[in-house]
């Protein structure tokens, strides 16, 4: 199984303020068939589901806005909320869909300074 | 507007069994991946299993060992989680998902497994 496992656990930003999260898988989840990586990022809100904001780890889903955005590469991930906004308080998942089964890590509990 | 429902969970005792639903609107569900996750109260995401559009490529959990059976019937543009021999730490939201991808999820329905 490839593990993933996120940092940090929780994270407390200022307002306008730029937001990271990472995600490290336990093995490279970088397709030589299609040269993607498989790994997706999640936003859920309190009492609701969650929220694809970016898949192929860096492809924006339509809608979200352009202050999400991810990078990485292999093993090695990250989410950046840029100016960091209320709305934006919510845990964030990432996910493997490499290899099954299709792991998420424990999630990032975002909340404001 | 797309929209998934999912639906039959409810309280059952260790053991037993329960039928969800994942009924799609919207779009044509024969033409997409459904993927199904859970929840635990107060916990984190966790994949259960995934078919793909026809049927033919049905994948699971670890944890699943045979208990759960993913299915479809796209005339119905429904989506179904079979679940089997169910223990007390299957209490949990399940969530149904659209597209490989997870490009849309229902808002759940919760299975508590409790005597």
């Known amino acids: 199984d490839i593990w993933v496992t996120q940092s940090p656990d929780s994270l407390a930003v200022s307002l306008g303020e730029r937001a990271t999260i990472n995600c490290k898988s336990s093995?490279?989840?970088?397709?030589?068939?299609?040269?993607?990586?498989?790994l997706g990022w999640y936003q859920q809100k309190p009492g609701q589901p969650p929220k694809l904001l970016i898949y192929w780890a860096s492809t924006r889903e339509s809608g979200v806005p352009d202050r999400f955005s991810g990078s990485g590469s292999g093993t090695d991930f990250t989410l950046t909320i840029r100016s960091l906004q209320a709305e934006d308080v919510a845990v964030y998942y990432c996910?493997?869909?490499?290899?099954?089964?299709?792991?998420f890590g424990q999630g990032t509990k975002l909340e404001i300074k | 507007e797309v929209q998934l429902v999912e639906s039959g969970g409810g309280l059952v005792q260790p053991g037993g069994s329960l039928r969800l639903s994942c009924a799609a609107s919207?779009?044509?569900?024969?033409?997409?991946?459904i993927q199904w996750v859970r929840q635990a109260p107060g916990k984190g995401l966790v994949w259960v299993s995934g078919i793909n559009a026809d049927g033919s490529d049905t994948r699971y959990g670890d944890f699943v060992k045979g208990r759960f059976t993913i299915s479809r019937d796209n005339s119905k543009n429904t989506a179904y989680l079979q679940l089997n021999s169910l223990r007390a730490d299957d209490t949990a939201v399940y969530y149904c998902a659209r597209d490989f991808l997870y490009r849309g999820w229902g808002r759940g329905t919760l299975v508590t497994v409790s005597s």
């Open positions: 996910q493997q869909y490499y290899s099954v089964p299709y792991t």
């Open positions: 093995q490279s989840v970088l397709s030589s068939a299609n040269n993607k990586n498989f």
């Open positions: 919207g779009f044509i569900i024969s033409d997409y991946w």
